[in-house]
């Protein structure tokens, strides 16, 4: 039964990413985005970690550091790699780069590790998101492609990719709410000297908190639980694929929250990542099994 809820854990998570946007554009207008990802990070290890020491199941018995330290340094390169892609070569294309090439990226290196060749309903399923997001975003602004800015967002969507599946090895070994507090909390760690790099005057007023604490609990702690819990029945390619519906919900939560419209072209990008998140639901392939959890090499 936990194989078959354990997609929509990873759309649950993507749909809470998705509020990240709405909330960063509700912040105070000196909240540079960079100090607002670097809080966040800080805020949801920090949440993280009180609640797995409350409950008693962190065990760091054999606990694999050098994985650990792997997971949190992409992690942490995600951040300000994809801010600083989004600020060089705009929301719309930085945006689609990163989360668009992630699940490609996720695959190749699925492929490369565990020696596991992406299906066919994969391919397929990815695809129609890929194309579905890149139609959703193209309209958002006028395109302007920059080199480094491209680069940058690769790299993004790399370091997305590979936190993903290093976790995967993470999360059959030990509990989901023991990895993310660890891994976050070290990423936090990582990311700590950009809060004394910006202003974070900001934080102290009542929007700069709440939106902090927003970010940190439910869109990178609560979250990031629900994928990790996800990632034990299902492949690293697979559950990057299903995280494109964080660009999903941040379109619609601009529609109904921000006052934004969308075009018909935003609208059928809107139904082709629906049609390719329900193609790879649908497959009988979409989890993976304990065959294939045992496939990563330790």
Request: charged share 10%.
């Amino acid at each position: 039964m936990k194989d078959k809820w354990a997609p929509f854990f990873i759309l649950l998570a993507a749909v809470l990413w998705g509020t990240t946007g709405t909330s960063q554009a509700l912040a105070p207008e000196a909240a540079h985005p960079i100090a607002i990802g670097a809080a966040r990070l800080a805020a949801g290890g920090l949440f993280l970690l009180c609640i797995v020491l409350l409950s008693g199941k962190l065990n760091y018995k054999n606990w694999p550091i050098k994985t650990t330290i792997l997971a949190s340094v992409c992690m942490a390169l995600y951040q300000p790699l994809f801010f600083t892609a989004v600020t060089i070569t705009g929301v719309a294309i930085g945006t689609v780069t990163a989360i668009g090439s992630a699940p490609i990226l996720s695959g190749f290196l699925e492929w490369i590790y565990l020696k596991k060749r992406p299906g066919t309903m994969w391919w397929c399923s990815t695809l129609l998101s890929i194309l579905g997001c890149l139609m959703l975003f193209v309209n958002k602004e006028s395109v302007y492609i920059d080199p480094v800015g491209i680069l940058m967002a690769l790299g993004a969507g790399l370091s997305f990719a590979g936190y993903t599946l290093v976790s995967r090895d993470l999360v059959e070994r030990y509990s989901s709410l023991s990895v993310v507090a660890v891994v976050f909390t070290l990423s936090a760690i990582w990311l700590s000297p950009f809060l004394f790099v910006f202003d974070m005057s900001w934080i102290t007023s009542v929007r700069g908190v709440s939106v902090s604490l927003h970010l940190g609990i439910m869109a990178t702690g609560i979250a990031y639980f629900l994928f990790a819990k996800g990632l034990v029945h299902v492949s690293s390619s697979t559950a990057v694929t299903l995280a494109l519906a964080e660009p999903l919900t941040a379109a619609l939560l601009g529609v109904f929250l921000l006052g934004e419209s969308l075009n018909i072209t935003s609208w059928l990008g809107i139904f082709l990542l629906l049609l390719g998140i329900g193609v790879l639901i649908g497959s009988p392939k979409s989890s993976g099994s304990e065959k294939e959890l045992g496939m990563v090499q330790k």
